[in-house]
Antibody, heavy 119, light 106 residues
């Protein structure tokens, strides 16, 4: 079955970077885009960006352009999301999610990774 | 940027009641509208995709309708387990989510 397993919680200082991983299994990794979505405490879901592992093509929300980098490794079927220059507003649960082939709904989700930013 | 506005923000409902949640887009998104259910401390779960397409394993009491800018998620005969926050999501251009509708059971 399709599984997306994310790395564990992180605590980082303001100004630092954090890299969250999303290891997938149960399907052909290169065929399906991986999206990243975050949720600050008590807030709505916020789309950050997506990457197509087969081509490496990525697209970002304007809010995160320049501060977020998405990568994927087809040998380990893992996608990565890195945010630089962390600030207090970045405290959130970060999710990876898989889209369909010609289907941009997000049927499969990782369990979420809590990122805490301390000053 | 396409903004999705849901209503209501919060609703307290009794079991077996029919619930309607609406999602309005700031511009036409055709049929690229999906609905998710999120329970506390859980990842979102896809309920309905492309306005009205149901997913395997999702109870038949959940249905969706609408087009262009106005969409509706309907829950017929609400059950206690449906207590959750519901989000709409558009995937035209850069994706975005509605602010969420929290359903509480009386």
């Amino acid at each position: 079955q399709v599984r997306l397993v994310q790395s564990g919680a992180e605590v980082k200082k303001s100004g630092a970077s954090v890299k969250v991983s999303c290891t997938t299994s149960g399907y052909t990794f290169s065929t399906y885009a991986i999206h990243w979505v975050r949720q600050a405490p008590g807030q709505r879901l916020e789309w950050m960006g997506r990457i197509s592992p087969g081509s490496g093509y990525s697209k970002y929300s304007q809010e995160f352009q320049g501060r977020v980098t998405l990568n994927s490794d087809t040998t380990t079927t893992t996608s990565y999301m890195e945010i630089s220059n962390l600030r207090s507003e970045d405290v959130a649960v970060y999710y990876c999610a898989r889209a369909g082939v010609s289907d941009s709904s997000l049927e499969y989700w990782g369990q979420g990774t809590l990122v805490t930013v301390s000053s | 940027e396409i903004v999705l506005t849901q209503s209501p923000d919060f609703q307290s409902v009794t079991p077996k009641e029919k619930v309607t949640i609406t999602c309005r887009a700031s511009q036409s998104i055709g049929s690229s509208l999906h609905w998710y259910q999120q329970k506390p401390d859980q990842s979102p779960k896809l309920l309905i995709k492309y306005v009205s397409q149901s997913l395997s394993g999702v109870p038949s009491r959940f249905s969706g309708s609408g087009s262009e800018t106005d969409f509706t998620l309907t829950i017929n005969s609400l059950e206690a387990e449906d207590a959750a926050t519901y989000y709409c999501h558009q995937s035209t251009g850069l994706p975005s989510f509605g602010q969420g509708t929290k359903l509480a059971i009386k």
